[in-house]
């Protein structure tokens, strides 16, 4: 292959990754709605594939596997509907009730602070550059809490699709698993043959990074969101399950998680004592500290091979785009995109 032919190659894969990606952030909500319950389809399917794999070596037949695993969370949801859920609800709906009064404890807490400053010995120019800058995270702190409460109504308002997009994903799920070999002979035999193993293996690299994330990163929240719930429970802390749900949920984006989890429960501990405000975040910290040192080396490792500089750029880069979603789902895409690109440039290097 000639330097020039190189170079127009190199140029017309960055414009039209480019264009891909403005096209998808430009209709970005539309695109989300229709592949909302294939995402979750992918998602079930890796959850469930080893126990299928399991199964399937019981010689059990993959369908069979299926619905007999999806009959078997069936009861696990109606298990934790009855018993673990009712307290989760009460402690939701006592949350809501009181977070006025919590907004309203704050609010004082903060007027006393200002009272303090105005007070003090300081010259009028730190005190006016201390008040700008409050004044400037309060804000930004109001539009971020505004924003984030106006996608919880949305997200319960569209509870009813949700619920309709995962039973529409479970069934996507079934065919992914009991028709695997079908989808990919299908996709290779409009491959030219020359191409096939290059794709071949690259799409195990891709598989082995969804599913160490998936799988990895959910087991890793629950694990988590479990061992945070009893110590704030142990601490007294109030609304533990909604707290330890937080926590785990968000312990799935890398580095920032565990400090976007424990802000809540640390704040809501903070109003009852200074005390346990600091019980609270020690709690957060051993929990992370077993999470770095013993779950996720033995649940994920290796995880996705990308450099923790890499991550952050990647979580910062999905949050500032796609908010939430996009700080959780940044890595797994960033891991592909490298992937893809690597054997890109090997296969334009090697002229084929």
Same mark, same amino acid.
Do not use: C
């Given at each position: ?13 960055? @414009? ?25 389809? @992918? ?59 919590? @907004? ?182 051993? @929990? ?65």
């Amino acid at each position: 292959m000639t330097q020039k032919r190189k170079i127009f190659v190199y140029v017309s894969l960055t @414009v039209l990754a480019a264009a891909i990606l403005l096209f998808i952030y430009i209709y970005r909500k539309k695109i989300g709605k229709i592949i909302s319950p294939f995402l979750m389809a @992918v998602i079930i399917a890796y959850l469930i594939n080893p126990a299928v794999a399991r199964l399937e070596k019981r010689k059990i037949k993959k369908r069979t596997a299926v619905i007999f695993i999806y009959l078997a969370f069936t009861m696990i949801l109606a298990v934790t509907i009855v018993f673990i859920a009712p307290e989760f609800v009460n402690n939701a709906k006592e949350l809501a009730n009181t977070l006025p009064e919590i @907004v309203s404890d704050y609010q004082k807490i903060f007027s006393r602070f200002i009272s303090s400053i105005q007070s003090s010995a300081w010259s009028a120019d730190i005190k006016n550059a201390i008040f700008t800058g409050i004044e400037n995270e309060a804000a930004a702190i109001q539009t971020y809490v505004r924003e984030f409460l106006q996608k919880a109504v949305e997200v319960l308002i569209g509870t009813a699709s949700i619920f309709v997009d995962l039973l529409l994903a479970m069934v996507i799920a079934y065919y992914f698993i009991k028709d695997a070999n079908f989808f990919r002979d299908t996709f290779l035999s409009l491959i030219p043959g020359k191409w096939r193993n290059g794709l071949i293996a690259t799409g195990r690299e891709i598989n082995e990074v969804i599913s160490n994330f998936i799988q990895g990163q959910l087991l890793t929240a629950l694990i988590i969101g479990v061992l945070e719930t009893l110590g704030l429970l142990v601490l007294n802390v109030k609304y533990s399950f909604v707290l330890g749900l937080i926590g785990g949920i968000a312990n799935i984006i890398p580095y920032f998680g565990p400090f976007i989890g424990a802000i809540p429960a640390v704040g809501l501990a903070l109003l009852d004592s200074p005390m346990k405000a600091v019980w609270t975040a020690l709690l957060f910290i051993v @929990v992370q500290q077993i999470d770095n040192n013993f779950i996720s080396p033995k649940i994920i490792e290796g995880r996705v091979g990308l450099h923790p500089v890499t991550t952050i750029i990647a979580v910062l880069a999905g949050g500032q785009f796609f908010g939430i979603l996009g700080m959780i789902f940044a890595v797994p895409f960033t891991a592909i995109l490298k992937i893809v690109l690597k054997r890109l440039v090997n296969s334009i290097a090697a002229g084929t």
